[in-house]
C-alpha cells in the first residue's frame, strides 16, 4: 500500500520511528484505568483497549505470522478478538461487542503490545525485512497513527455517557483558538483549470490516495481559516435547525430524528453553551475552531452562508498550491463536497490489506486536513479521511468554499 | 428549472401535447381496479391512485392556484394529501402512509385530473400563460412523464407481495431482449480528454442537469451493451452472493441482512428461474437485458467481471460522441459510479420547485439512460436518475466499463 | 368447542339464523366502497375485505372441504390468502400484508361469501349435518360474529389515518351515553366466597370459558356503571399522564414513548376536544361512557381514584349474581386485572380449532362485557375477551372495583 | 414492607448479621477484575460493579441519608448513578448504560460500600435505629441477597458473550445434580380444597408475598422433582423446537425470531452438547436439573409431556403441605402459570420502597423456588419472584403438574 517503502532508512532510524509511534499510543493511554480503557457507548466508537490490541494485531498478522520462520502467535484466540474487518484473514468479534471483553486485560493487552513490538524492534534493527514486509510496516505504523485520532474521538464520546462527564487529561487536544480566528477570513481566489491531485512525491501515502490524476477544476475561493464557534451559534440564532429549507431531505431528518440542536457536545444551561471536552465541560468559546458537526450540518451551514463545501480536489488543489493558503490541516477536518469514491484507474492494495480503504467506498463523504487529534506529520493534503455525513463524533468542522 | 420554455409552440400544438402526456399516465392505470390503485407495499413506493393525484396537483399548486386570477382549489384539503415533499408549500400527508387513503376514490382522483386538464387546456389554448407559467408546465409534463414510470415500478412491487401474482397486462415493458444481446459485447474504446457534460441545446432539461461544464476523463472503455440475465447467472453460479470479497462493506451487509441471493423478483422454483413481470411470472429468458439489481450488485458483478462501473461522465460523454455508441438508453437505468451530487456552479431554479432536485443531492448513486418503462423522448444522455445504492425495485441494470 | 350444538334447532331455524348473521356482516360494510374495504393501518387491525373474507373460509375449510363428499375449493389460492393464525391448517399470509391483496376484488370476496352461504344454507335447510358439523357452524357463527365487531374497531382506526377524517355512518355504535352516566355511580356491595364462574348451561360458549370452577373470593364492591369522558378528564386534569407514580412501569413506558396524552382518537383542538367516532369526528361528550383506554390507562385511573379493577372472577361473579348489578355488557369492553390464562382443567377443542383460542393465552389482559359494536346475544357474563394491556383501539372502557 | 421487623434482635447480632450478608456481596466478587466488574451485555443485566454500588445506595438512600441527623452522602452524584427505579427518589441514570460507568472506578465503588457499612454497623451496634429505620434494613439486606444472585446470572451472561468463555470460579453454583435426579420423578397428589397462601408467620416478607389470603384449589399432582438435561433433550430430539403445536403464539414467534434451538448457554458442537457454566463450558451432564428455558420453552415442554406447568398457589400449597414435598427450593427457580399480579388485598409498602414490586406487576410470570445461586435463607415457600416469559438468562427451570 506504501508506494515507496521506506528501505533505506537505517534499521536504528527505523526502530527508533516505530517505537515512538508505538509508544505515542501508550502515552494517549496513560492515565487511563483499566475500565476506562474498556468502554464503548456505540458501535462506531471502540473501546481504548481494543485500539491498542487491533493496532498490535495489525503487525503481528500482517508481518510477523507472515515470516519465512512465523514468529509463534501469542494467543491463538486474539486473531478473532482484535481483526477489525478483514474478511480475508478470517473471523471477527463482532464490532458492537468489543466492549464486553473484559479478558484478556488490559495488562494483558500491554505484555502482547511489548511482544509485538519486542519482535518488530529485532526485525526492523537487524534489517531482516524485505521490501514487502516493510511497506507493511510503514502501513502498519500510519495505521497506529490513524488509530491514535480514533482512540480519543472515541475516548471522548464514551465519556461524554458518564453524568460524571469525566476528563482525559487538565489539558486536551481540542478546541483550537489560533490566532486567525480573531479576524475575519478572506476568500483566497483560485484560478482553477486542468490540474492534478492525488499523492505525489517519495513518501507514505495510502492506496486510495492513488493514482495521481488530471482534474478540470472551474475557478473558485476558498476562506482562509475555519468557521468558528460564534460564526456557528449566529446560524443557530438565525434559526439553522428549524429551517427545513436550508437542509439537505437526508440531513433535515438527521435534525428531527435525532433531535438536533447544536454541535455534538454542547449543552446549554443557566451559564450558557458549555461544551464537553477531552479535559471536561468548558464554556463555549467564541474564537474557538467549531468542531463536532456532521456534514448535515456543514452543508446546511454553507447553505446558510451564501456558501458552499468545497469538493475534496479543490481543497487539496488549494492545500498544495501556494503559500498564502496554510493552516488547513492543523484544526479540524473539513466536510467536502464529494463522495469517497475511487480515483479513476484505483487498484486496492494486493493481499487482504487491499480491504483497508477500498471496500469503504460507498456512503460517506470525504474530510480533509486534520486535527489537533492528528499525530503530527500523520496527514498531508492528498490525505482522504471519510465518515459517513451523520457522523458527528470526529474532530470535524467547516471551511467554506464559493464559485468565482 | 426549464432552462428554455416553449413559449414559442403554438397553443394548439401544446394542448395536444399536454393531453397526450396526461392520457398516457391514464392508460397506464386502464384495467386497474380502485382497490390495485390504492396498493402501497412499501413506502417507497406509491400507489397508481396517489401518482395520479400528485401529478395533477403539480400542475394546480404550481400553475393554475398561482394565476393572476387563481382557479379555486378543487379541493383545498388535496394540497396536504398529495404534496409530496415540497416543504416550501407546506404540510404532507406522511409517505408510508399514501396507500391509507381510500378517500378520495379512484373515481375523485379521475375527477380531479379532468378538472385540472380542462383548466390547463384552456389555458394553454388561449395562449394565456407567461414564460413563467409555461416553463413550469414543460417541468409539470416532464413530472408527469417521470412518474409514469414510477407509478409501473411501483405497481410492480405492490403487486409482487400478492401471492397471487397478479399481471398488469398480458403483455408489459419488461423484459428486453434486443437483437445485440444474442452476441458478446464489445468494448467500446473512447479516448477521454476535457469534455463537456451536462446539458446542452434548446429543449427541457431538469436544473440538475446544469451548469454545463468541463470535465477531464482519462481514456477508457464502455461495453458495447448491457449486461444480460445469463451473464449474471454466471456470477451466481461462481458464488457471487457467497463471496465478500466481490464486495463493498455496506454491500455485503445489505446480502447478509436481505437474505439477497439473486436480484428482485427472481425466484428459484422446480421450474428453474422464475422471474415475476409486469405480464406475471414467466421463466427467466438468459437472454434478456438484466433488471432490478441495487448498486452493490452491480458493483460487485463489475469486480467479478474484471471491469468496473462506468463515471456519469463517462457514460455521457460516450453517449453523445459517436454513432457506434448505440442502444445506451432504451432497455435498463444503468447505475454508475457517481454520487448524485451538484455539478460545479449548480444553482437550483427558484421557487419551491428549487426542492425538486437539489435536496436529494446526499447518499444517492446516479444512474443514466432509460427503460422500457421510460416514456419515449423523456430521457436523454444527460438524464440525471437516481436512487439509494441499495435500491432495488426499478429497472435498473449494469453496463460495464473498463480503463483503457 | 361448542359444548351443547345446536342440533336440536330446526333446519330452517338454522338457515335463518346462519344467514341473519352473515347477512349482518356485508350490512355492517355497506356504503364502503371497495378501497375502503381494502385499508390496513397497523399489522393488528386487518382490511374490511379481509374479515368478509376470513370468516367465509372459516365455514369453507371446517365444514365444506370437510364433508364426506367436499364441496370443490371455490378457489383453492385463498387457503392461504384468508387463513388467519391456524397453523394446523396450513402456511398463512403475513398479517401485516392484509392490506396488500388487490386481488381477489370485493366483489369476488362477495362471490366466494354467496358460494359459501349457498352451501351452508342448503346443508343446513336439509339437515346433512351431523353434531360435530353443526358445532363447528355454530362456532363459525360466533367466530363471524366477533369479526363483526372488529371489522368496526378495525375500519375506525383505518379512517382514523386519514386526514379527511371519513364516517363510517352519519350515526355509530360510539359513544354510549345511558342515563345513568348523569348520576355518580354507586358502589355495589358483594360479599364474595365460594363462587363459581365459567360458562354454565345449554348454550354456546368458547373452550376458553371452561370449565366452569369455584373460586374464592374476598368482599368486594363493584362500580355501578362505567368511567365517563368526564370523569377520566379529571383524572387528565389532574396530570394523570405526568405522573409516573400512578402508573405501572410497563405503563409508564408507553406514555412515554407513544407521547399518550389523552385516549386513543381525542384530539385537542381551538374547540376544545374532538373525538373522532365511526360517524366522523365529534365534540367530546362528557356524559360519554369513556372508550379507547389501555389497560395501563384503565390501571393508572384506578390507583389515582383510590380504587382498583377488578379481576374476571370478581366481575363475572358480580354480573351473574343479582338484578341491581345491570349495564354491565352493553357499553364498552371492561379491563380486568387479570391475565388471560387457562382455567383450572382447560382443555382446548380438538383438532385445528383448538388454536382458536388457547395458544393465546399469555402476555393478554382480560376484559369483560361487551360494546355497542358487539352484535347482541353475542357476549355473556362469561365471555372472556382478551388484548395485550397496551391495546387502544377496541373499544375498551373502565369499570372501577374496590376492596369491601 | 417487612411486616415483622427484627427489632428485639440484640445489636451485636443484627450487625454481625448485617456485615455477614454484605461481606457475601464482595465474596462473590473476589477474583474478578474491574473489567470484568464493569461488564453489561444486555440492558436488562447490570455489571458487578453496579451491583454492588446499588446496594450500598440503597441503605444510604432509605436510611443514612434520612435519618434525624443524616449520614452526609458519601458522593451526591451516586443519587443518580445508583439509584435503579425509585421514581419518587429522583431521576436515574439509564439502565442500558450502567456499563459506560468507568467512573466511580472500583476502587470508589468498595470504598463507598465501606462508608456505607461503617455507618450501618454503628448504627445497629449503638441500637440507634427506630422500628421503621429497622425494617428498612431488614428489608435492604434482603435486597442484597436478591442482588447476589443477579450479580451471579448476570456476570454468566456477560462472560458468555466473550469468546473465551471466562470462568467465574473453578467450581460454581450450577449445575445440579441431586440424587433424585438419577431416577424417575414421582407425582405427589395433592388433594386440594380451600387453601391459604401467601406469607405468615414472623419472618422477614416483600410486600407482595402480602396479604395471606385463600384460595381454593382442586386436586392435582406436583413432580416430585425438577426436569433434567437429558428429559429436555428428549423433547429436543422429538422435534419441540421445530413444532408449532406445542408452542403458546408468543412462544412459536420467540423461537423463529431468536433461531432457538436449545437451552440458553447450550452449544452443539463436535463432542455433542456443550453448557457454558459458571466455571466455564462443560459437556451438558444428562442428569443435571435443567436450567435457563423461558417460560415459553417451559410451557411448551410441559405441553409436551402430556403436563402443565403449577399454578404459583399450587406450588406453594406443596411447598408447605408436607414433608414428603421436599427440594422444592434449592436447584432452579420454577415457572408457573401464573402472571405476577397483586394478591386480594395486596397494598404496596408506604413510600418510595413502595416501587420495590408492585410497579412490576404486569407482563410477567411467576417463578417459585430458588437456585444454587440464591443465599440460604433467603426465599421461601411464598416467595415471589418474578421476570417476562421471554427471559432465559436466569437459573430457571421446569417441574411439572397435573390435573388430579
Redesign the interface.
Known amino acids: 500500500m506504501s508506494r515507496q517503502p521506506a528501505t533505506t532508512a537505517a534499521g536504528d532510524e527505523l526502530v527508533q520511528r516505530y517505537q515512538g509511534i508505538r509508544r505515542h499510543s501508550l502515552a494517549l493511554a496513560e492515565g487511563l484505568?483499566?475500565?476506562?480503557c474498556?468502554?464503548q457507548?456505540i458501535p462506531e466508537a471502540s473501546p481504548v483497549k481494543w485500539h491498542l490490541a487491533h493496532t498490535s494485531w495489525f503487525f503481528e498478522t500482517f508481518i510477523l505470522l507472515r515470516l519465512p520462520t512465523p514468529v509463534a502467535a501469542f494467543n491463538p484466540?486474539y486473531a478473532?478478538?482484535f481483526n477489525s474487518?478483514y474478511?480475508?484473514i478470517g473471523p471477527r468479534?463482532a464490532r458492537p461487542?468489543r466492549?464486553?471483553?473484559?479478558?484478556?486485560?488490559?495488562e494483558q493487552v500491554l505484555a502482547y503490545r511489548e511482544h509485538v513490538d519486542r519482535h518488530l524492534s529485532e526485525l526492523l534493527a537487524d534489517n531482516q525485512l524485505g521490501a514487502d514486509a516493510l511497506a507493511l510496516v510503514e502501513l502498519g505504523l500510519n495505521h497506529e497513527q490513524q488509530h491514535q485520532e480514533l482512540l480519543l474521538t472515541d475516548l471522548k464520546h464514551?465519556f461524554s455517557?458518564?453524568?460524571?462527564l469525566?476528563a482525559w487529561r487538565p489539558s486536551g487536544p481540542d478546541p483550537a483558538m489560533p490566532e486567525h480566528n480573531r479576524h475575519a477570513p478572506r476568500r483566497l481566489p483560485l484560478p482553477g483549470g486542468?490540474v492534478e491531485v492525488g499523492h505525489t512525491g517519495a513518501g507514505f501515502c495510502y492506496d486510495n490516495e492513488t493514482p495521481r490524476?488530471?482534474?478540470?477544476?472551474?475557478p473558485f475561493a476558498l476562506a482562509s481559516r475555519n468557521v468558528t464557534n460564534v460564526e456557528y451559534l449566529e446560524f443557530m440564532l438565525d434559526g439553522g435547525y428549524q429551517r427545513?429549507?436550508l437542509?439537505?431531505?437526508?440531513?433535515w431528518d438527521a435534525v428531527c430524528e435525532g433531535g438536533w440542536q447544536a454541535p455534538l457536545y454542547w449543552q446549554h444551561g443557566d451559564e450558557g453553551w458549555q461544551v464537553f471536552t477531552l479535559h471536561g465541560p468548558m464554556a463555549m468559546e467564541p474564537a474557538a475552531t467549531l468542531s463536532h458537526v456532521s456534514?448535515?450540518e456543514a452543508?446546511a451551514f454553507a447553505r446558510w452562508a451564501g456558501a458552499r463545501l468545497p469538493?475534496e480536489a479543490e481543497w487539496e488543489h488549494a492545500a498544495t498550491r501556494s503559500t498564502e493558503v496554510e493552516g488547513l490541516h492543523d484544526e479540524v477536518w473539513q466536510w467536502c463536497?464529494?463522495?469517497y469514491?475511487?480515483y479513476?484507474?484505483f487498484r486496492p492494495a494486493a493481499g487482504a490489506v487491499g480491504e483497508y480503504n477500498g471496500?469503504?467506498?460507498?456512503?460517506q463523504m470525504v474530510l480533509r486536513g486534520g486535527s489537533l487529534a492528528t499525530p503530527p506529520g500523520h496527514s498531508r493534503p492528498s490525505y482522504r479521511n471519510f465518515f459517513p455525513?451523520w457522523a458527528r463524533w470526529q474532530f470535524s468542522g467547516i471551511r467554506l468554499a464559493w464559485?468565482a
Open positions: 484505568s483499566a475500565e476506562d474498556q468502554l457507548s484466540a478473532v478478538l474487518y474478511v480475508g468479534h461487542q466492549g464486553l471483553l473484559s479478558r484478556p486485560s488490559l464514551h455517557c458518564n453524568p460524571l469525566p486542468l490524476h488530471r482534474v478540470w477544476l472551474e427545513p429549507e437542509w439537505l431531505s437526508d440531513g456534514f448535515y452543508d469538493t463536497n464529494s463522495a469514491l475511487p479513476p484507474g471496500k469503504f467506498m460507498i456512503n455525513p464559485d
